[in-house]
């Protein structure tokens, strides 16, 4: 994991840095490496991953609004945090969907809880899974998969690569996709609430519309309040 900061004001880096480093030494985790940029050149300049990213959104230059446009358009995997002084901007930042929205000055314990939450997105988006099939086994994060469908004996794993048909049955992908990501909303499905585009009291439309899993009436509550939930961490 790489954490990175953007900001022209070289004491709030330091701050965070400081913030940052106590977090993962309370629970007693290893801290990743910590990179800080002070201009918005800078950054897109950089060449290697983003996992996690604190842009500041008033800086010289190319502000805070066009760097994360740019970099959500290189990889929209990347959890950004806009951190600012200035609320007029929090909703041009909400439209490359950022994931929290801090304002200055920090408040340690808001940040600890935001940190944590993204750290637990970053964790499922990148787990990678196995998909062993009669003649392969195909490896990539569980973002990638759209639905898992049962029909017969025949269980298939849709992924925005193509179809695979897994060995494996219903229980084991119950068990293994991270819960905080997928549910499971009839015996024949599971889903991955980031390609939900809409739902009724039967019927999630997937991928665009271009898949649809059976919602069961008894489930609809459920399924709402998790997906709501999902997509509140993600603001």
């Known amino acids: 994991m790489q954490i990175l900061i953007c900001d022209d004001d070289e004491l709030f880096i330091q701050q965070l840095q400081r913030y940052i480093a106590l977090f993962f030494k ?3 985790l290893s801290c990743p490496n910590i990179l800080s940029f002070t201009s ?5 300049s950089y060449p290697g991953k983003i996992d996690i990213l604190f842009l500041d959104i008033e800086m010289p230059g190319m502000n805070g609004i066009y760097i994360g446009n740019v970099l ?10 806009v951190v600012t002084s200035y609320s007029e901007y929090l909703d041009e930042a909400m439209r490359f969907h950022v994931f929290r929205y801090l304002s200055k000055p920090l408040e340690k314990r808001r940040l600890f809880r935001n940190l944590k939450d993204a750290i637990s997105l970053y964790h499922s988006a990148s787990a990678t899974i196995a998909v062993e099939t009669r003649h392969e086994v195909v490896m990539f994060p569980s973002s990638e998969i759209i639905a898992i469908e049962a029909v017969g004996r025949n269980v298939t794993v849709h992924t925005t690569r193509g179809d695979y048909v897994s060995i494996r049955n219903m229980q084991h992908w119950i068990e293994t996709l991270p819960q905080s990501c997928f549910a499971q909303s009839h015996r024949s499905f599971i889903v991955n609430f980031q390609h939900v585009c ?3 009291h039967d019927t999630i439309r997937l991928a665009d519309g ?3 899993a059976y919602l069961t009436k008894r489930k609809y509550t459920e399924f ?3 997906y709501f939930l999902y997509l509140e961490s993600r603001e």
């Open 210 to 212: 271009n898949l649809s």
């Open 72 to 81: 959500k358009q290189r990889n929209e995997k990347t959890i950004i945090f």
């Open 198 to 200: 809409s739902f009724n």
């Open 26 to 28: 309370q629970r007693h």
């Open 224 to 226: 709402k309040n998790a």
């Open 40 to 44: 918005g050149e800078k950054l897109l």
